[in-house]
């Protein structure tokens, strides 16, 4: 099946500092990717929908300052979290859907956890 | 944003035993989805549903899209260890690319030996 890979897995940084977190869509072209943040013990919360080759739509409450979307190409979208402070440790999940096949369902990566010290 | 109601919020089950767990919505979709969410790990696509009363089967999964298409319910029958997790539904307005999930408050399921 079609697999979507996070990377870094978990990464922990200093309050202040900047994390970039990428996902790729392995075995297919995924035209929109989806970022999500899950707090522990919470359900998932959509932050924003990435379109390849234009800007992400973010989601009411979220800073796309903060959190800085780039979907360069077809099969890697990028999540990078500016001056990131402890309230920003959290779990964030990407999603892709194969742009080739209409009416398919997203396929999620691994999640990546961050803890800003 | 808007979340789905999602019930019973966790459950404590003997190994064997039938599960049932339901997500209501106050609004209408027309793709109910449900997942499963292992610890540190991104949810997994269990089951899709995507015509109103519509009865799909995955296994021992069973799952049903409301008529009224604001509720959805998963059944696992026979549960085992490994079905231990968090089981989260989703709504989706249409199929589509760029359509968004709407994702439940998950069910966590806990299976006693």
């Known amino acids: 099946g079609a697999v979507v890979s996070q990377h870094p897995s978990w990464v922990i940084c200093k309050s202040g500092t900047s994390v970039k977190i990428e996902c790729r869509s392995l075995d297919f072209q995924a035209t929109t990717m989806f970022w999500y943040r899950q707090f522990p013990k919470q359900s998932l919360m959509l932050m924003a929908t990435s379109n390849e080759g234009s800007k992400a739509t973010y989601e009411q409450g979220v800073e796309k300052d903060k959190f800085l979307i780039n979907h360069a190409s077809l099969t890697l979208s990028t999540l990078t979290v500016t001056s990131a402070h402890p309230e920003d440790s959290s779990f964030y999940i990407c999603?892709?859907?194969?742009?080739?096949?209409?009416?398919?369902?997203?396929?999620f990566g691994q999640g990546t956890r961050l803890t800003v010290v | 944003g808007q979340q789905l109601n999602q019930s019973p919020q966790s459950m404590f089950i003997q190994e064997g035993e039938d599960v049932s767990m339901n997500c209501t919505s106050s609004s209408i979709f027309n793709t109910w989805l449900w997942y499963k969410q292992d610890p540190g790990e991104g949810p997994v696509l269990l089951i899709a549903l995507y015509k109103a009363g519509e009865l799909t089967s995955n296994g021992r999964l069973t799952a049903q899209f409301g008529i009224t298409r604001k509720d959805s319910f998963l059944n696992i029958s026979a549960s085992i260890p490994s079905d231990v997790g968090i089981y989260f539904c989703?709504?989706?307005?249409?199929?589509?690319?760029?359509?968004?999930?709407?994702f439940g408050t998950g069910t966590q399921l806990k299976v006693e030996l």
């Open positions: 989703a709504g989706q307005l249409s199929r589509g690319r760029g359509n968004k999930l709407t």
């Open positions: 999603s892709a859907r194969d742009g080739g096949t209409p009416n398919t369902e997203a396929f």
